[in-house]
């Protein structure tokens, strides 16, 4: 692959990934039930406002999409660099502009969901060094839920613990020819630094929920507790999860 093919392929898997991460799954589950989930619950187009608004099964619905519109970009460039041996920092720069996309969507004026299903997504479809400290966050988020029933600490904790988990990872593979070996610290430096800037904006979107839980204001799992200026549970409903409801 030549420089300038290296370049053009960055710069489609940018757009690609920045577009496709736009696309607000959540806000568009609720419009197709005549709800605009923007102006009930937490008024957050993520997966987690969806389930509190409409109910915990579309909660699932707009994760598994939200984690597919990460996915599928990034599995594309990564097929595309394996075919042609393009450098391995591309797919990486697609899953950034699918991350970007979610949190700061050109469809909604920039303000999107908190990007955790998406990130998922995306860098499952980065191996190993991504694959595997992905699937070792996810450990830690369920320990700390299962510790904390918070969904926002949880997800904080995880976020934090990527950005330590991928030069750890990177160094510590063993060499399985065709499947695995450490990686050179010179591009182990960039994985770096993309965990990084994915778990700031993780942490970042999760601002108002790193208030709530300085004030001790923030719902555990199965608490009926409502945010400031949020509207209660509906008559005929009960919260499941992080203020989850699911309709009877």
């Known amino acids: 692959m030549t420089h300038t093919q290296i370049i053009l392929l960055t710069c489609l898997g940018v757009v690609v990934g920045y577009l496709v991460g736009s696309i607000p799954f959540a806000l568009l589950i609720g419009f197709s039930k005549g709800v605009d989930i923007r102006k009930q619950g937490s008024g957050n187009v993520g997966a987690t406002n969806c389930g509190r608004v409409l109910g915990f099964k579309y909660f699932w619905y707009a994760f598994i999409l939200d984690f597919f519109k990460g996915f599928a970009p990034v599995l594309a460039c990564d097929l595309v660099v394996q075919h042609w041996w393009g450098p391995n920092w591309v797919p990486m720069t697609t899953a950034i502009a699918a991350i970007v996309g979610h949190v700061y969507p050109i469809y909604l004026r ?23 400290a992905v699937f070792l966050a996810a450990v830690v988020f369920t320990i700390v839920f299962l510790a904390y029933r918070i969904i926002s600490i949880a997800s904080i904790c995880a976020a934090v613990s990527l950005m330590v988990l991928v030069p750890v990872v990177g160094r510590s593979l063993p060499v399985i020819q065709g499947v695995a070996q450490p990686v050179p610290w010179n591009q182990l430096r960039t994985l770096t630094i993309a965990a990084c800037i994915v778990g700031l904006l993780i942490v970042i979107k999760h601002r108002a929920n790193i208030k709530r839980l300085l004030a001790g204001t923030e719902p555990r799992v199965g608490s009926r507790r409502t945010h400031a200026g949020e509207e209660a549970p509906a008559r005929g409903a009960t919260e499941t999860a992080d203020g989850l409801e699911q309709k009877d």
């Open 110 to 132: 920039f303000k999107g969901g908190k990007g955790v299903a998406t990130t998922f997504g995306a860098l499952v479809g980065l191996w190993p060094v991504f694959t595997i």
